[in-house]
């Protein structure tokens, strides 16, 4: 893996989506990044749920979608740890591997979430982060900065592309019969129907 200014975007992916898509974009061309990975979580620790479809289908309908863009990349770093998919072990070993200058995309509703976060100061040590404006997510930032001192430094905040599009929503369309064409890329909705995912 190639060292250079790297976005991170994690999360359960499930499925991706357009809106997964042009936040990665949006970042990587103001941010003037090398790359974004795409990093599917095997388990997320905020999510006590859990993921509908197993990790190898998420991994493979990421994989589906960012097969277009040389700039994206699919990581299989947490999905191949077992366990909860902490970020603090996966920046740490992605620093290891000699990335250095990392940015940790997230939407602005779970940068409010980060005192949460597993060990947040030394993600804040490894990471960039970099706060996506999401529709219909008015937050208050300013709290953060006492429980957290060290982010303003840190942060860096985009009003990305606001397509009002979630894993929840396109979960329940497929349940229903209802279409997501348009709302994913063609090739996942393809994935989708032959595995018979959310069904």
Not at 66 to 94: H, K, M, W
Request: include cysteine; charged fraction near 20%.
């Amino acid at each position: 893996m190639t060292s250079g200014r790297t976005g991170i975007l994690g999360g359960s992916f499930d499925p991706i989506h357009y809106g997964h898509l042009a936040i990665a974009e949006e970042v990587r061309v103001l941010l003037r990044l090398n790359r974004v990975l795409i990093i599917p979580a095997r388990e997320q620790p905020l999510k006590p749920g859990g993921s509908v479809a197993s990790p190898a289908h998420r991994l493979a309908m990421a994989r589906l979608a960012c097969a277009d863009n040389p700039f994206f990349e699919v990581s299989r770093i947490e999905i191949d740890r077992p366990g909860p998919s902490y970020t603090s072990v996966t920046l740490q070993l992605l620093h290891e591997q000699g990335l250095n200058d990392l940015y940790l995309i997230l939407g602005i509703d779970s940068v409010v979430d980060l005192p949460r976060w597993r060990e947040v100061r030394r993600i804040l040590d490894l990471a960039h982060i970099v706060g996506v404006a999401r529709p219909g997510a008015a937050v208050d930032l300013s709290h953060l900065s006492q429980v957290l001192p060290e982010l303003p430094a840190r942060l860096i905040g985009i009003d990305g592309p606001r397509l009002d599009i979630s894993s929840t929503d396109l979960r329940q369309r497929v349940a229903q019969g209802r279409p997501i064409r348009y709302q994913t890329p063609d090739a996942v909705v393809a994935y989708i129907e032959a595995n018979g995912l959310y069904r």
